[in-house]
T-cell receptor, first 113, second 112 residues
Framework: DVKVTQSSRYLVKRTGEKVFLECVQD?????MFWYRQDPGLGLRLIYF???????EKGDIPEGYSVSREKKERFSLILESASTNQTSMYLC????????????FGSGTRLTVV | KQEVTQIPAALSVPEGENLVLNCSFT??????LQWFRQDPGKGLTSLLL?????REQTSGRLNASLDKSSGRSTLYIAASQPGDSATYLC???????????FGGGTRLMVKP
């Protein structure tokens, strides 16, 4: 089975800190995604990547950046964390192509205080 | 822009009932549709993936149908159990932007 692993289940950070959320997949998927999920707003795409060193903005990229130096790892970076970035962050991956589904990680609940 | 709607937003049923969750989408130009389950505070678990050329997919007590022309999908759960309690999300993968668009989810509670 494809496995998408997010390094932390829960994270508490202070306002202004630089925060790294890590995601690793073990099935050689080309595509990787970062979503955030908030009550009433559903899942919103922050960034995605379809290859190493490639990145594309999603619907809400402001305040975030990403890094994909290796195919299996996709990092989400909050340059200066703010309280409005308190959320559940979900990483996903998929093979390249329209017929493939997404596999999600177990999520990271980030609280910024 | 693709919009995905799930009705009802919440559903409570007694154990053993058969039930149907609904998903509708505005743009029928999709490649596939995926149903997910999410337990509180957890990530998403993929349940079923239906390609645009397919009409339905089955896995155990779950059956998902797709009517692309009318922009609708249903998830049928047979003989519901308390362990089925979760939020169910549908998502469509369309050719506008090649990204997954999610519905708001249906929160299901199955009472013993």
């Amino acid at each position: 089975d494809v496995k998408v692993t997010q390094s932390s289940r829960y994270l508490v950070k202070r306002t202004g800190e630089k925060v790294f959320l890590e995601c690793v997949q073990d099935m050689d998927h080309e595509n990787m995604f970062w979503y955030r999920q908030d009550p009433g707003l559903g899942l919103r795409l922050i960034y995605f990547s379809y290859d190493v060193k490639m990145k594309e903005k999603g619907d809400i990229p402001e305040g975030y950046s990403v890094s994909r130096e290796k195919k299996e790892r996709f990092s989400l970076i909050l340059e200066s964390a703010s309280t409005n970035q308190t959320s559940m962050y979900l990483c996903a991956s998929s093979l390249l192509g329209e017929i493939y589904g997404y596999t999600f990680g177990s999520g990271t609940r980030l609280t910024v205080v | 822009k693709q919009e995905v709607t799930q009705i009802p937003a919440a559903l409570s049923v007694p154990e053993g009932e058969n039930l149907v969750l609904n998903c509708s989408f505005t743009d029928s130009a999709i490649y596939n549709l995926q149903w997910f389950r999410q337990d509180p505070g957890k990530g998403l678990t993929s349940l079923l993936l239906i390609q645009s050329s397919q009409r339905e997919q089955t896995s155990g007590r779950l059956n998902a149908s797709l009517d692309k022309s009318s922009g609708r999908s249903t998830l049928y759960i047979a003989a519901s159990q308390p362990g089925d309690s979760a939020t169910y999300l549908c998502a469509v993968f369309g050719n506008a932007g090649n990204m997954l668009t999610f519905g708001g989810g249906t929160r299901l509670m199955v009472k013993p």
